[in-house]
């Protein structure tokens, strides 16, 4: 539920009323027995060409549903080429990626995952084969309505699990901020101008900007990540893509000269899980993140106008970290299924510190 208006005024007593758009984000409905479904595949590396990935590979849940590394891993014989995003509040999403090229809807993005050639490599007749072998699969698809395991019902099954991860337990939901982390959100939607694009209840405008991040060099030193690239390039009709040398992010959307290097802008839910940052990796903290901003952004001929030098003391960037710090709560506190190494038995855990143990 919202914080009621007198409440957030009660917070916020010493500075700003919360804005009205702000607060919890609401969870969304949810089918139980097809969510349980989507986990129990979200989990399950068959679904990988060669066994060897899962959706939770890259997505672990104890990092907020990212992996920690700067770029992502991909199927055997290539590297990703970019930063691994949370899944935390996706079902509210209007695009996916970092370019925002997927903006039809979660069962299509589900499908692009499995079957690139660069993440799971999977032919999903296959998939549907491996599914029916597997007499647990058979009950919970029957069990969700969807008949006999089939191709459309896991994904289906997977959109349904992926809504169901919602942020909570922030210290901004709950009323429940520090002094500074109050400050900083002054700071936030005042003199640092973050929310100009951090916006909503998710803090992100789900439009695209050029704020200068710089190349991750190890795209192109990397002869893996390198060609996983040249791949994509050549699929989105880059031109002249085998001496491209630059992400160019939102550019392969439409061709448009000033979207070149623009990413669609980040949610700020659960972010001190989710290091290293930008689509890229290239920053490795929040108080990198915050200086970067404080700089004005990086060096780029098409970066956002809006971005300027901030001038912010040591004490504004120490409070506007408090701030961003109070967004993250417990996206991932849910069972999980942990697979057995050999024969795909599984149990469920209560919480991922369990799973580990």
């Not at 999403?93 to 999977?122: A, C, F, P, Q």
Request: charged share 25%.
């Amino acid at each position: 539920m919202r914080l009621p208006a007198s409440l957030a005024a009660l917070l916020f007593a010493s500075s700003s009323a919360l804005s009205a758009d702000l607060g919890p984000v609401e969870p969304l409905q949810v089918n139980e027995d097809l969510a349980a479904l989507g986990k129990r595949l979200f989990y399950d590396s068959r679904l990988s060409g060669d066994t060897n990935l899962s959706c939770s590979s890259c997505h672990q849940p104890e990092k907020a549903f990212t992996d920690g590394e700067p770029l992502s891993t991909a199927y055997s014989g290539s590297e990703g080429f970019r930063n691994t995003p949370t899944l935390a509040n996706v079902g509210h999403r209007v695009n996916w990626m970092h370019d925002g090229r997927l903006g039809t809807n979660l069962n299509d993005v589900s499908r692009e995952m499995i079957t690139e050639d660069y993440i799971m490599n999977m032919d999903m007749r296959m998939m549907q084969e491996r599914l029916k072998q597997d007499p647990i699969y058979i009950k919970m698809f029957a069990a969700a309505g969807k008949g006999e395991p089939s191709n459309g019902g896991a994904r289906s099954a997977l959109q349904e699990f992926l809504k169901s991860i919602t942020s909570a337990g922030a210290d901004f939901d709950a009323g429940n901020m520090s002094a500074a982390a109050k400050r900083g959100y002054e700071l936030f939607t005042g003199k640092a101008g973050c929310s100009t694009c951090h916006s909503g209840n998710r803090f992100t405008d789900d439009k695209r900007h050029n704020t200068g991040v710089p190349d991750n060099p190890a795209i192109w030193a990397d002869p893996l990540r390198h060609q996983t690239y040249v791949a994509y390039a050549k699929f989105m009709g880059v031109e002249n893509y085998m001496n491209v040398r630059e992400d160019l992010g939102a550019y392969i959307q439409d061709h448009t000269p000033a979207a070149k290097r623009s990413f669609v802008t980040p949610s700020l839910r659960e972010l001190t899980y989710t290091a290293p940052y930008m689509h890229n990796g290239m920053i490795a903290t929040l108080e990198d993140v915050i200086e970067f901003y404080n700089q004005g952004g990086g060096k780029d001929t098409l970066k956002d106008k809006a971005l300027k030098p901030l001038n912010l003391s040591n004490r504004e960037k120490a409070d506007l970290l408090a701030f961003l710090q109070a967004l993250s709560g417990e996206s991932f506190n849910q069972p999980y299924y942990v697979w057995e190494e050999d024969d795909y038995e599984y149990h469920v855990v209560s919480d991922w510190n369990n799973a580990k143990n």
